[in-house]
Every structure is written in C-alpha cells, then in structure tokens.
C-alpha cells in the first residue's frame, strides 16, 4: 500500500471509491462500504447517505497520472524484491552445491588413505566425521535457498542467523591473517544485503 496523498510520509489504508487516490485513515471519508477522499467527500449531498461523486477537483487525468506512477513504484519495488531474494536463494544454492563438492572429495580421502601406515586411525575417524558435518550443512543449506527462493520467511530467518555466526568466524580469521576467509565474508555480507533488500517480499 502506497502513502497517502495528502499526508505524505503517512501509510495509505483505502483507496478513494472516486478518483482512486490513496488515502489514510484521517483522510478516509466510510459511507457504507466505501471510502472517500476529502475532496470528493465534500461533493457529497448528504455524508449518511450512500452517494457516488463523479468527478474530483483534483482533474481525471492527473488521478490516472498519478495512480500509473503508484502502481509502477509499488511494482517496481516488488521486482526489485524479488530480484534480490532470487540473487541470495541462488548464492546459497551454489555454496550448497560447493559445500556437497568438498564433502565427497573428503570422504573419498578419507575412503583412500584407509589402512596406510603413519595415519592414525583418529585422524580418520575426525576427518570422516568432518565430511559427514559438511555434507549435513550443504544439504540443509540448499534446502533453505528452495524455500527462501518460494518466499519462506523462516528460510530467510535461519540464514541470517547462520550467516551472522559464519561472519564471526570469517572475522576472525581475517584479523588473524587469512585473507583467503575474507572470500566469505564478502559472500556472507553481499547473501544478507540481499535478504534485506528482499524482506518484504518474504510471508
């Protein structure tokens, strides 16, 4: 809903039943079921009667104007919204993807170096283990860019928890010198840029 024509900066609730014109709750003239701008209001023979005014001082043609540039603005951010959730649903996609790539190629590591001598069995078993924790993470990570690119707020919510976590990892390694973890941290800022962009389309 656009802002009120007269109040700007107000939230509009209605439209005007006339001329179409967004208005807010002290603009809103109630008769029956429809809502009326002041302007129009005023053209009305009696306010407890239903009436239906039928033309506005404010000219047909600027109301037209003036709505076709409501709509494209309200349709515009929509887009945009939508652009920005799909951008972010597909970065978490790709680091899903990437994620499965680097847990297989771990266990098939792991799978080779079986029974070599100088490799402590403990090493294996962390490192298999740290291969299954990827593989989980990535998979649940390319379920959450599905329901974040249908629109699931939850989705958008768990990312930004995770991102936020991850970001306080990728920092400190920053700090420590690993240049190579400031990669994600970009990709981690750029992924929750995008959800805030996009937050309003999300239900």
């Known amino acids: 809903m656009p802002y009120c024509v007269f109040h700007s900066g107000t939230p509009a609730t ?31 023979r009696d306010p407890n009667a239903r009436f239906y005014p039928t033309a506005s001082t404010h000219g047909r043609a600027r109301v037209r104007h003036d709505r ?20 972010a649903s597909t970065i978490v996609l790709v680091e899903g993807i990437l ?9 098939a590591l792991v799978t080779s170096l079986r029974g070599q ?23 649940f990570l ?7 690119r249908r629109g699931h707020k939850w989705a ?25 973890a400031a990669i994600g941290m970009v990709v981690s800022l750029v992924v929750l840029l995008l959800i805030f962009l996009g937050w309003s389309e999300l239900q």
């Open 14 to 44: 209605a439209y005007c039943s006339a001329c179409g014109l967004p208005i807010c709750g002290s603009c809103d003239f109630r008769v029956g079921r429809f809502h009326y701008c002041p302007e129009d209001a005023q053209q009305g």
């Open 68 to 87: 076709r540039q409501w709509e494209a603005s309200s349709l515009s951010d929509s887009i945009h919204g939508e652009w920005a959730i799909r951008w």
């Open 99 to 107: 994620g499965l790539v680097l847990g297989f190629m771990l266990m």
């Open 117 to 139: 001598a100088g490799i402590a069995s403990s090493t294996l078993v962390i490192a298999n283990a740290l291969a299954v924790v990827t593989l989980a993470v990535s998979i």
């Open 142 to 148: 390319i379920i959450l860019s599905w329901a974040l």
């Open 156 to 180: 958008a919510e768990i990312i930004v928890v995770l991102l936020m976590l991850d970001l306080v990892g990728e920092i400190v390694s920053v700090v420590s010198g690993n240049i190579i």
